[in-house]
């Protein structure tokens, strides 16, 4: 498992973007955070929620609803979206620094 790699969960149809470093592997669990296709009837915050792609799809980024997550559960990835590191991490910056 890496970091910025995408799942789909066994059971979902909502895929999640793994944010949890690999300085920390030793851990059963992934810190992972839903990314929802893009509709023009959600009402994002824009620098948190940031448009990601993936798969030649929109999604927008739902850092305030991630969960740890037991990686017996996660299965295998499904992709990655590690190209737009800086939007995520900008988005957490936002999110948990303010800035």
Known sequence: ???FDVY?????????????????????????????PADPRLKPLRRVNRELRFNSR???????????????D???????????RDQITAALDVLFLGI
Do not use: C, W
Not at 18 to 31: H, I, K, M, P, W
Not at 61 to 67: A, H, I
Not at 74 to 84: L, T, Y
């Open 1 to 3: 498992m890496a970091q």
């Open 8 to 36: 789909s969960l066994p059971g979902s149809d909502t895929l999640f973007v793994d944010l949890q470093s690999g300085a920390v592997d030793e851990y059963n669990t992934r810190l992972l955070a839903p990314l929802v």
């Open 58 to 72: 929109t999604y927008l980024f739902m850092p305030q609803l991630m969960s740890a997550v037991r990686t017996r």
């Open 74 to 84: 996660i299965g295998k990835s499904v992709g990655s979206i590690a190209d737009q």
